[in-house]
């Protein structure tokens, strides 16, 4: 059963903590990316990732970090310095080769204590 | 500068009627328009998505159209049912430098099909 799942669903930070978000995904994809969504606002991209040990800083990339050690995973770190982390945040994948879709996980809702 | 964007926050339809929703984007260099419904705290579903250099794209109820001339998508859902209630997406895809297909969505329109 193919698909994305990030986790936690829900996920607490307390000041000055960094925080990991998961993303997994068993697509066989080659491109992984993260947006975060606030309320009444689209999806902004933070990184994305076309490749394993490569990824490129989306608009809003100050504050997160990321890695892509593996083709199926793409963890997104935020960070202390991301002074405004409460949202709800995204994770996605797509076949590299085509604009023409991308899958969503369920996604993960960080709030800040 | 938003290159997509979605004009009318929320619709209302009746039940068994046409929703359409509309999309403008600046850029004419996109490759792709895509559709996503997005419940609450859930990830958006993919819906239908047009090439650009097509004009309409059907699959069952929902029908997109392109107008290249005025930079204008619009999504069809017809008939309408209680269970499209939902926010909807407009996106586009571009190629970004680094050879990924880099995706920008607007701001969404809640759709609510009454009973």
């Known amino acids: 059963d193919g698909g994305i799942t990030q986790s936690p669903k829900y996920l607490f930070r307390k000041e000055g903590q960094n925080v990991t978000l998961s993303c997994e995904q068993n697509?066989?994809?080659?491109?992984m990316y993260w947006y975060r969504q606030d309320p009444g606002q689209g999806l902004r991209l933070i990184y994305y990732?076309?490749?394993?040990?490569?990824?490129q800083k989306g608009d809003i990339a100050e504050g997160y970090s990321v890695s892509r050690e593996k083709k199926e995973s793409f963890p997104l770190t935020v960070t202390s310095a991301q002074k405004n982390p409460t949202a709800f945040y995204l994770c996605?994948?797509?076949?590299?080769?085509?604009?023409?879709?991308?899958?969503f996980g369920p996604g993960t809702r960080l709030l800040v204590l | 500068d938003q290159q997509v964007k979605q004009n009318s926050p929320s619709l209302s339809v009746q039940e068994g009627r046409i929703s359409i929703l509309n999309c403008d984007y600046t850029?004419?260099?996109?490759?792709?328009f895509l559709w996503y419904k997005k419940y609450p705290a859930e990830g958006p579903t993919f819906l239908i998505s047009?090439?650009?250099?097509?004009d309409k794209n059907e699959d069952g109820r929902f029908t997109v159209f392109l107008n290249k001339s005025a930079k204008h998508l619009s999504l069809h859902i017809v008939p309408s049912q209680p269970g499209d209630s939902a926010v909807y997406f407009c996106?586009?895809?571009?190629?970004?430098?680094?050879?990924?297909?880099?995706?920008?969505f607007g701001t969404g329109t809640r759709l609510k099909v009454l009973a």
């Open positions: 990732s076309q490749i394993v040990n490569d990824f």
């Open positions: 996605a994948s797509s076949i590299e080769t085509s604009g023409m879709t991308q899958y």
């Open positions: 996106a586009a895809s571009e190629l970004s430098t680094s050879g990924t297909y880099k995706y920008i």
């Open positions: 850029n004419s260099m996109f490759d792709y």
């Open positions: 047009i090439s650009s250099i097509k």
């Open positions: 697509l066989n994809h080659d491109a």
